[in-house]
């Protein structure tokens, strides 16, 4: 089974990913906050991140640089998940590590193609 981590301060946004992705197949980590997310991340295997930017304490663009500097969590890539959608933030995010960036509101199809084009995918449903 793949693991997801889903870092975000809105639980309906974690809520959402995790019926969409549980649905799918895959394991859903989460974390409210960067440094929870940080520390699951180095802790278990994880395949995939989907990290929210603007978050309180630790915004995403930070938390994606410290996993990245981090040997143990370099090689995971990472969905930015946000509802900032300007053309900056997303070269930012692309300079960070980030492997894509899907802006909020999401098409719940089009971020599970992402998700599984990043770990690879699960289960096949039509």
Known sequence: MK???????????????????????????????????LDIAARQKTDVILLDIMMPEMDGYAVASSLKSNPKTAGIPIIMLTAVG??????FAKNVGAADYVTKPFNLRELLDKIAQCAG???THA
Do not use: E, H
């Open 121 to 123: 995918p699960v289960l």
């Open 86 to 91: 300007f053309q900056l933030n997303k070269q």
């Open 3 to 37: 693991n997801l981590l889903v870092i975000d301060d809105d639980p309906m946004a974690v809520k959402l990913v995790r019926d969409m992705a549980t649905a799918y197949g895959y394991n859903v980590l989460s974390a409210s906050n960067g440094k929870d997310g």
